[in-house]
């Protein structure tokens, strides 16, 4: 690149385009260049020096075959030089055609140059543009940054408040999960007593069954016993009644007899009485008299054995009924004392009825306690796997707040290093 240089500056202006000229004049001192002013008189310099001898003020009083040598200060004869002189024009017209050939490839490269200083250019105006797009999109993120940091902060505050909050609540959840643990544990050793009383009742349910069936075939063996014995009874009284009204009928004809036979006494008697008051009236008729008083004798004998022989009948019969009486009376009691023990086993069995339906009242109450726990402690399970599911979901929120809160940390402290630099 020096040495390139170099050669430049010796190039003539005249042999450069007007176009690269133009962009050199508005570039003075870019890529190592000088000026055309200075190139022209620095050319004009050279080219002086190459056409007149190089000869000092010193020795123009010498002769003329002889000169000082500029470089070197010595002596030098003039054929030399011109030796030396055309030996460094045909040099210099080498030199020359190199210098053209630098020439064409210098302006290759200068286009080129230009070019890429053109696109350069561009985008360096691109990247200005972009760089002052991204301070302003820096400086609205940052804003943008700090208004979402303060809001995940709030939001963060808010689910540490709501996590203390699901957490005090879980463990409120918790100390009600132990407490219905310890009432479900409670619960089944009830639940397993009751079901051994449930046993106990539903064996002595049975029993009383079995008990009950048996009353019941004895009360009905019982019941047609007494009906048969009963009807036994009603029947005997009814022969009773029967035989007690013939009697009755009897008597009364009995009694109609000897109140007849009294009055046909009364009647004797009455005649007897007036046959012996009429004896002393009567002495011739006292035959007859005596025959119809013997007669009347025989008639009261007989009449008085047929009231000895119907107050005998009379007496047996009064004393049948009598014993019908007794008989009934005993019929009666038996009967009361049996219809007491059928209404006592009548009250047992509804006494025993009213005990198994309260044993299955309690029975039933005991099935409704047992069926309501189960659906508390299911309805207490569903409640505390969804406090549960919440609890996570509420973690898994924390979580991901927490991470972009920390992202946006990062890429805040990444931001406002790079807006320092680039202010």
Same mark, same amino acid.
């Given at each position: 690149?020096?040495?390139?240089? @170099?050669?430049?500056r010796?190039?003539?202006?005249?042999?450069?385009?007007r176009?690269?000229?133009?962009?050199?004049?508005?570039?003075?001192q870019a890529e190592?260049?000088?000026?055309?002013?200075?190139?022209?008189?620095?050319?004009?310099?050279?080219?002086? #020096?190459?056409?007149t001898?190089? &000869?000092?003020?010193? &020795?123009?009083?010498?002769?003329?075959?002889?000169?000082? *040598?500029?470089?070197? !200060?010595?002596? /030098?004869?003039?054929?030399?030089?011109?030796?030396e002189l055309?030996a460094t024009?045909?040099?210099? %017209?080498?030199? +020359?055609?190199?210098?053209?050939? &630098?020439k064409?490839?210098?302006?290759?490269?200068?286009?080129?140059?230009? !070019?890429?200083e053109? %696109?350069? *250019?561009?985008?360096r105006?691109?990247? #200005?543009? %972009?760089?002052?797009d991204?301070?302003?999109?820096? $400086?609205?993120l940052?804003g943008?940054?700090?208004?979402?940091?303060?809001?995940?902060?709030?939001?963060?505050?808010?689910?540490?408040?709501?996590?203390?909050?699901a957490?005090?609540?879980? !463990?409120?959840?918790?100390?009600?999960?132990?407490?219905?643990?310890?009432?479900?544990?409670?619960?089944?050793?009830?639940?397993? /007593?009751?079901?051994?009383?449930?046993?106990?009742?539903?064996?002595?349910?049975?029993m009383?069954?079995? &008990?009950?069936q048996e009353?019941?075939?004895?009360?009905?063996?019982?019941?047609?016993?007494?009906?048969?014995?009963?009807? @036994?009874y009603?029947?005997?009284?009814k022969?009773?009644? #029967?035989?007690?009204?013939?009697?009755?009928?009897?008597?009364?004809?009995?009694?109609h007899?000897?109140?007849?036979?009294?009055?046909?006494s *009364?009647?004797?008697?009455k005649?007897?009485?007036?046959?012996?008051?009429?004896?002393?009236?009567?002495?011739?008729?006292?035959?007859? =008299?005596?025959?119809?008083?013997?007669?009347?004798e025989?008639?009261?004998? %007989?009449?008085e054995?047929?009231?000895?022989?119907?107050?005998? #009948?009379l007496?047996?019969?009064?004393?049948?009924? =009598?014993?019908?009486?007794?008989?009934?009376?005993?019929?009666?009691e038996?009967?009361?004392?049996?219809?007491k023990?059928?209404?006592?086993?009548?009250?047992?069995?509804?006494?025993?009825?009213?005990?198994? $339906?309260?044993?299955?009242? +309690?029975?039933?109450?005991? +099935?409704?306690?047992?069926?309501a726990?189960?659906?508390?402690?299911?309805?207490?399970?569903?409640?505390?796997?969804?406090?549960?599911?919440?609890?996570?979901?509420?973690?898994?929120?924390f979580? /991901?707040?927490?991470t972009?809160?920390?992202?946006?940390?990062d890429a805040?402290?990444?931001?406002?290093?790079?807006?320092s630099?680039?202010?």
């Amino acid at each position: 690149m020096a040495s390139l240089r @170099s050669l430049m500056r010796n190039i003539e202006p005249s042999a450069l385009p007007r176009q690269i000229m133009s962009r050199l004049k508005y570039r003075p001192q870019a890529e190592g260049f000088l000026t055309t002013e200075e190139k022209n008189n620095e050319f004009n310099d050279l080219k002086s #020096e190459e056409n007149t001898p190089v &000869i000092s003020n010193e &020795i123009a009083d010498l002769t003329p075959l002889k000169t000082y *040598c500029r470089n070197c !200060g010595e002596m /030098v004869e003039l054929n030399e030089l011109e030796s030396e002189l055309n030996a460094t024009r045909k040099e210099l %017209e080498a030199k +020359k055609l190199e210098v053209e050939e &630098i020439k064409t490839k210098l302006e290759d490269e200068l286009f080129e140059r230009l !070019g890429t200083e053109d %696109e350069f *250019c561009s985008e360096r105006e691109l990247l #200005e543009q %972009e760089i002052a797009d991204l301070r302003e999109r820096n $400086q609205v993120l940052g804003g943008e940054a700090v208004w979402k940091i303060e809001d995940l902060e709030n939001n963060f505050r808010e689910l540490t408040d709501k996590y203390e909050n699901a957490k005090e609540e879980i !463990g409120h959840l918790k100390v009600m999960l132990e407490r219905t643990v310890a009432e479900n544990a409670k619960l089944r050793n009830k639940e397993s /007593v009751t079901d051994d009383r449930v046993m106990d009742i539903l064996d002595e349910l049975e029993m009383w069954k079995r &008990i009950a069936q048996e009353n019941a075939v004895r009360r009905d063996t019982s019941r047609n016993i007494l009906e048969d014995e009963t009807e @036994s009874y009603e029947n005997e009284i009814k022969e009773l009644n #029967e035989k007690l009204m013939e009697t009755k009928k009897s008597n009364e004809v009995l009694s109609h007899r000897v109140s007849e036979l009294e009055d046909e006494s *009364c009647d004797c008697g009455k005649r007897y009485n007036r046959a012996r008051s009429c004896e002393l009236d009567d002495s011739l008729n006292s035959d007859t =008299i005596r025959s119809k008083i013997k007669t009347n004798e025989i008639l009261n004998l %007989e009449n008085e054995k047929q009231i000895l022989v119907l107050s005998s #009948e009379l007496n047996e019969v009064y004393r049948e009924h =009598i014993s019908f009486q007794e008989r009934f009376s005993a019929l009666q009691e038996l009967l009361t004392t049996k219809e007491k023990e059928l209404e006592d086993v009548r009250n047992d069995y509804e006494s025993q009825n009213i005990e198994i $339906q309260n044993y299955k009242e +309690k029975n039933a109450e005991l +099935k409704d306690v047992i069926l309501a726990t189960c659906q508390d402690n299911a309805h207490l399970k569903n409640r505390l796997e969804q406090q549960s599911r919440d609890y996570t979901e509420l973690k898994k929120k924390f979580i /991901v707040v927490e991470t972009e809160t920390v992202w946006l940390r990062d890429a805040l402290k990444i931001v406002r290093p790079s807006t320092s630099t680039q202010d």
